[in-house]
């Protein structure tokens, strides 16, 4: 329970138990199970309206990605063509210089 061992809760028991004495204990018991109750019901809304937003960010990501892809593939198209053509033109080059 929380990374605390035997030992360590037997501790803490102790030690609130002199504090606070036995006819308070069991109120401040409850007290703290209502804030970690709280606590949780508070980290799970939190979980619920942040998860959405970021499944559509992960999406919008997954997009933007492709998109990238789409865009370097047709570079990559564009250059070689273009590599192709200066291949060309050189090689005209060079059989009208030797002619």
């Given at each position: 329970m929380?990374g605390?061992?035997a030992?360590?809760?037997?501790?803490i028991?102790v030690?609130?138990?002199?504090?606070?004495?036995?006819?308070?204990?069991?109120e401040?018991?409850?007290?703290?199970?209502r804030?970690?109750k709280?606590f949780?019901?508070?980290?799970?809304?939190?979980?619920?309206?942040?998860?959405?937003?970021l499944?559509?960010?992960?999406?919008?990501?997954k997009m933007?990605?492709q998109?990238f892809q789409?865009s370097?593939k047709?570079a990559?198209?564009?250059?070689?063509?273009v590599?192709?053509?200066?291949?060309?033109?050189?090689?005209?080059?060079?059989?009208?210089?030797?002619?």
């Amino acid at each position: 329970m929380f990374g605390l061992g035997a030992g360590e809760i037997l501790i803490i028991l102790v030690i609130a138990f002199l504090l606070f004495g036995p006819k308070q204990l069991p109120e401040v018991g409850r007290q703290v199970g209502r804030a970690v109750k709280g606590f949780k019901e508070t980290a799970e809304d939190l979980r619920k309206s942040v998860e959405p937003e970021l499944n559509m960010i992960q999406q919008e990501v997954k997009m933007v990605e492709q998109d990238f892809q789409a865009s370097l593939k047709d570079a990559e198209t564009e250059l070689n063509a273009v590599g192709e053509q200066a291949e060309q033109k050189a090689g005209s080059l060079a059989s009208s210089t030797q002619a």
